[in-house]
């Protein structure tokens, strides 16, 4: 069936793309999605980013997305489509793109392409990401604080880098307030199911969790949480303030516009060069949601002093000392995590109990 | 690990609530495909009724309204399926595919303004005495409605296929139309039936999703589940009983390995969310070897009236 499945995806995908108009004076920028664009979550903030760059150019710019485009084999095909269609600048906005965005790109040298969270670039592939492992931390400091149970459920989506580096940098503000707290981990290996990230939700509340943090793109886990009741959660990539001010207590916020619209404006002008970015709270890349009034006075005010510090820059969140897992060193006194290492995470820190599945 | 921390009736309780959805899909599926007709649209009949139940439950704040209505846009929706296989006769897989695909669409244009809207809640029925009993009553008494609607449906579709005539025409339609219709039933006429039933079901599915489940509307949110309910018909044999045992493995295995990877069982995370799958799978496997796969004889087969 998942054969069927993709196969007609890309029948949608060639019925889409061939409908497309060309317009030879106009910028084209494509933008390839993982989940829909009403996920509420991570897809919904990249195609605000999109209708932003609208906004900004106007009639210099068109842009096209295709949605829900499956990661790995499939991705390939999609990117081709939309390179053949004209685009002048793709951003391929999900992980799973990185091999599929470098074939493709060899493939169309005058195309630029953007891939966001990965790490391999090329002549015409860029790679940008934002340090959402500043907003985790900032989430860790207000769930550390605010469990009662001691358990703090993760709904982890794959074991990559970027979810590794969140759990981590959410474990160690946690455990820095509370030093009794346990984190539980599920691996959902997807970014948006909703039956599935209720599921674990549910399942991580039964046993005992009284906060939940997820790496998952639906609102799911939070209408979860509001049922159970007492239970504490994070926005995830978008605000998601429509479970404030319980469960949703704050939020990480990706705010891409600023970067699209760099990105296109290069491309106009000629100026695009092979960049990697990676911003966070300082460069406005990362937001903070507002931090509900279900979160006591004095813990905001501390939530807030991290994130003012980590946007300044004078605290780093993975601030030694720290171990790994395995209890050998990793950070010394003061010493702050350098980004190669932060960029190939792939090690929990000392106190989180479990093993990371081989991704 | 420590596996003490998985309390088993909740495990057993959220297993009926992870398998009704899949459940409802598949009993409605295996009814069409008794028939004869093989509809892949399941999918898209589910996600129509996931939306529609979730906005008519929305705008009335009643949950069984919107169920009612899951139900009438999932017939609803099928019953362009029937018309073009029945009576234009157009290959039935290409069409469901098709329905799927025009299901997904037409739920998120439908959906748009209900995007982060809360759904009215749906009250469990704690049942007096039932839900008292130690063990059982926790696990099988507390449940809300639709739990025991699906059931019930399963219970009824058993019935009256092993038991009745009507479940006997249906059968006999689904295994030699040319015969059936020599006979003087009307082929069509008892495939648009079952088309229909099957519809309803899938969009009481859907509806579960968004309503009771999730509950709130995400575009997308069935998220295969209609593919797995497909699977599942097949596991079964066709046969209603085994279409329970088939959504309550499926959902209960989906269920226990979130509740494994939680407690920290040793047990690699890889093989854990991958086992629902591998668990459908390798029953496939075992019902092909066995030969007789119990499919109706005139499964997806155009019917010519004419011959």
């Given at each position: 069936m998942r054969a069927v499945k993709t196969l007609l995806a890309s029948v949608a995908v060639a019925a889409g793309l061939s409908g497309a108009a060309m317009a030879e004076d106009k910028t084209k920028v494509g933008f390839i999605f993982v989940g829909p664009i009403g996920d509420g979550g991570w897809t919904y903030e990249h195609n605000q980013g999109r209708l932003a760059v609208e906004e900004e150019f106007g009639d210099k710019v068109e842009t096209i997305y295709q949605e829900s485009v499956p990661e790995g084999a499939d991705a390939e095909r999609a990117i081709t489509q939309m390179a053949l269609a004209g685009a002048d600048l793709i951003f391929t906005t999900s992980f799973g793109y990185m091999d599929a965005t470098i074939a493709v790109a060899e493939k169309f040298p005058d195309v630029k392409f953007e891939h966001a969270t990965g790490y391999k670039t090329a002549p015409n592939v860029s790679v940008y990401s934002a340090r959402f492992y500043e907003g985790r931390a900032v989430q860790g400091h207000i769930a550390g604080k605010m469990t009662k149970s001691n358990i703090i459920g993760y709904i982890a989506s794959f074991p990559i880098p970027e979810v590794i580096r969140g759990i981590n940098a959410a474990y160690v503000h946690a455990k820095k307030v509370n030093p009794d707290v346990q984190f539980k981990i599920v691996w959902a290996?997807?970014?948006?199911?909703p039956a599935k990230e209720a599921d674990a939700a549910k399942a991580l509340i039964e046993q005992g969790a009284d906060v939940i943090l997820q790496h998952t793109d639906s609102t799911a886990p939070q209408a979860a949480a509001q049922e159970a009741g007492n239970i504490i959660t994070f926005g995830q990539?978008?605000?998601?303030?429509?479970?404030?001010p319980m469960p949703r207590v704050s939020s990480i916020i990706d705010n891409w516009a600023p970067y699209y619209i760099a990105r296109t404006k290069a491309v106009m002008d000629g100026t695009w060069e092979s960049t990697s970015t990676w911003d966070g709270i300082g460069a406005g890349m990362v937001g903070i949601g507002e931090i509900s009034d279900a979160v006591p006075a004095d813990v905001k005010a501390e939530a807030e002093a991290l994130r003012d510090a980590l946007g300044s820059g004078?605290?780093?969140?993975?601030?030694?000392?720290l171990n790994k897992q395995d209890g050998s060193?990793?950070?010394?006194?003061g010493e702050t995590a350098d980004d190669g290492t932060l960029a190939g995470m792939d090690f929990y820190v000392e106190g989180i109990e479990g093993d990371i599945p081989s991704s | 690990m420590d596996l003490g921390q998985i309390n088993p009736l909740l495990l057993l309780a959220s297993l009926m609530v992870a398998a009704t959805p899949i459940l409802l899909a598949a009993i409605g599926e295996a009814v069409v495909e008794k028939s004869g007709v093989l509809n892949l649209g399941v999918e898209g009949m589910m996600i129509t009724g996931a939306v529609v139940g979730f906005a008519i439950g929305v705008n009335t704040g009643s949950p069984a309204i919107g169920f009612v209505a899951a139900a009438a846009a999932g017939a609803a929706l099928s019953m362009l399926f029937g018309v073009l296989v029945l009576?234009?006769?157009?290959?039935q897989v290409a069409t469901g595919l098709g329905l799927t695909l025009f299901g997904l669409g037409l739920s998120s244009l439908i959906g748009k303004p209900y995007e982060g809207l809360k759904a009215p809640s749906m009250a469990k029925w704690d049942i007096p005495v039932l839900g008292d009993i130690p063990i059982l009553g926790p696990i099988l008494f507390r449940h809300d409605p639709m739990v025991y609607v699906s059931l019930i449906i399963v219970a009824a579709t058993w019935y009256v296929l092993t038991r009745t005539r009507a479940g006997l025409i249906l059968r006999g339609v689904g295994e030699n139309h040319d015969a059936a219709h020599a006979l003087g039933y009307k082929v069509v006429r008892v495939r648009l039936m079952a088309i229909a039933f099957g519809g309803a079901c899938a969009g009481l599915g859907g509806a579960y999703v968004s309503l009771v489940r999730v509950p709130q509307w995400v575009e997308g949110m069935t998220a295969g589940a209609g593919w797995i309910a497909l699977a599942i018909v097949v596991f079964a044999s066709w046969r209603p009983w085994r279409v329970l045992l088939g959504a309550y493995l499926f959902g209960g295995i989906t269920v226990l390995q979130l509740n494994l990877q939680a407690a920290g069982a040793a047990i690699p995370v890889e093989i854990l969310a991958m086992s629902p799958y591998i668990v459908t799978i390798l029953v496939l496997v075992v019902i092909s070897l066995r030969g007789n796969h119990g499919a109706p004889g005139s499964l997806g087969r155009i019917f010519h009236a004419t011959h």
């Open positions: 290996y997807t970014w948006f199911d990539a978008s605000d998601m303030s429509e479970y404030a004078e605290y780093h969140a993975f601030t030694g000392p060193a990793w950070l010394a006194e | 009576y234009l006769m157009s290959n």
